[in-house]
């Protein structure tokens, strides 16, 4: 059985818009390291299926991919490992709602502080 294909943009500034596959999913990649994500702006259909797949690249910095937004559909806060990790989740609200990396060194700035977000926005 073939796994299916996730669109996946090439620019941490690229806009990327998700598309419904025919099983009713909007399936999206996202890759996070060296203090970025790629892409930094998905949108996405509200109360339409979504499936994240998160990784990291190859390295020994730790990072997270993190949304708080309970209320709209949206609870996610999970370590990032070279291997993809499947988030799934039906945003509930148009919004744009942040994610981001919380990793932070003690005297250091944070990840996000040092550019580590992006942007999902949720649309009708």
């Avoid at 990784?55 to 209320?71: C, D, Q, R």
């Amino acid at each position: 059985m073939a796994l299916p294909q996730f669109a996946r943009a090439d620019s941490q500034e690229e806009v990327f818009r998700a598309v419904i596959d025919a099983d009713g999913k909007q399936r999206i990649r996202i890759l996070g390291g060296g203090y970025f994500f790629k892409p930094g702006h998905v949108i996405v259909k509200a109360n339409t299926p979504v499936e994240l797949s998160v990784s990291l690249e190859p390295g020994i910095v730790p990072h997270t991919f993190v949304i708080k937004a309970a209320e709209e559909g949206i609870d996610i806060d999970e370590s990032l490992h070279t291997d993809p990790k499947t988030i799934a989740f039906t945003p509930k609200a148009v919004g744009k709602y942040t994610f981001y990396c919380k990793n932070k060194l003690l005297f250091l700035k944070s990840h996000r502080e040092k550019g580590m977000e992006g942007v999902l926005e949720v649309v009708e």
